[in-house]
């Protein structure tokens, strides 16, 4: 079954850390550049950061910039995104995706992170 499963998201006082995980399965992982996106109550999605399919490149939303680290292990067919230094602005629901070509093409249900004391 060709899914994305989020895990980690919670509740954390400001200025905390979490981080989030993101099981895939059922395609050639190694094979896709994969994102987190966020979403907030209201809001559009954003795009917070990308990885390429080998984990040397990322790129990120300048909202997250010196905060949040994407990473990815291919063997375990899992991405990561370590959050610090968390703000309320980081509330959202955090989902993983897929990337093909320049669309994403298949996402995960999300996890939610909340930030407040």
């Known amino acids: 079954q060709v899914q994305l499963v989020e895990s980690g998201g919670g509740l954390v006082q400001p200025g905390g850390s979490l981080r989030l995980s993101c099981a895939a399965s059922?395609?050639?992982?190694?094979?896709?550049?994969m994102c987190w996106v966020r979403q907030a109550p209201g809001k559009g999605p954003e795009v917070v950061s990308v990885v390429n399919t080998g984990g040397g490149s990322t790129r990120y939303a300048d909202s997250v910039k010196g905060r949040f680290t994407i990473s990815r292990d291919n063997a375990k067919n899992t991405i990561y995104l370590q959050m610090n230094s968390l703000k309320p602005e980081d509330t959202a629901l955090y989902y993983c995706a897929r990337i093909s070509g320049s669309d994403i093409d298949l996402r995960g249900q999300g996890t939610q992170v909340t930030v407040s004391s």
């Open positions: 059922g395609f050639p992982f190694s094979d896709y550049y």
